[in-house]
């Protein structure tokens, strides 16, 4: 299944934005004599994460449905979900759709926040969303993520599962004294 372009644009948007915030905050944040550089990382990113998600109905354009939650422990932050569907217009009345998730990961430390790109499946008969994916922006890029929300009500707030596979060699930025 490849990727809607609607999705890539939505990640590309949110990415710049991400991108523009991460930079002044580590320019912000590097005392003088100091520079921002790229260094290997075994991964800052727990291997699993579990988040109560509550429904927050359709985003501002009227496509995405929204949820979102809070987490504490290993990896503390936010965590927004979009989801829309990714099938043929005449199919949406059917049970399980194809879907394209983003999910916005607001970490208390801003270091380990990041956005995911997701693909996969709506099952509305059983209240389960699966998707996979990778972090495209943000702590821990290509890292794989697996995905599940399971709806516990008819409100469709539900509890997401995520399980994150780290591939090795990648970087993360760090601050390090000037020569």
Do not use: C, H
């Not at 990382?41 to 449905?65: C, K, T, W």
């Not at 990896?75 to 394209?100: C, F, H, I, K, N």
């Not at 596979?165 to 004294?177: C, D, F, S, Y």
Request: proline share 6%; glycine share 12%; net charge positive.
């Amino acid at each position: 299944m490849s990727v809607p372009a609607s999705l890539t644009q939505r990640a590309g948007i949110a990415g710049i934005g991400t991108a523009v915030l991460f930079s002044l905050l580590a320019l912000q944040s590097a005392p003088a004599g100091q520079r921002v550089v790229s260094r290997p990382n075994s991964a800052q990113l727990p291997s699993s994460l579990a988040i109560p998600m509550q429904y927050g109905g359709f985003g501002g354009e009227g496509v995405d449905r929204i949820w979102r939650g809070t987490v504490t422990g290993p990896l503390a932050g936010q965590a927004t979900l979009r989801m829309a569907y990714a099938g043929a217009p005449e199919d949406q009345g059917m049970p399980v759709w194809p879907v394209s998730a983003l999910l916005f990961f607001s970490a208390d430390d801003y270091r380990s926040s990041f956005i995911a790109e997701l693909t996969g499946t709506m099952d509305w008969k059983r209240g389960e969303m699966v998707v996979v994916g990778a972090i495209t922006d943000g702590t821990g890029v290509d890292t794989r993520i697996e995905q599940v929300l399971q709806l516990r009500d008819a409100k469709w707030n539900g509890n997401l599962r995520l399980r994150l596979q780290p591939r090795a060699g990648k970087a993360v930025a760090a601050v390090t004294a000037r020569d």
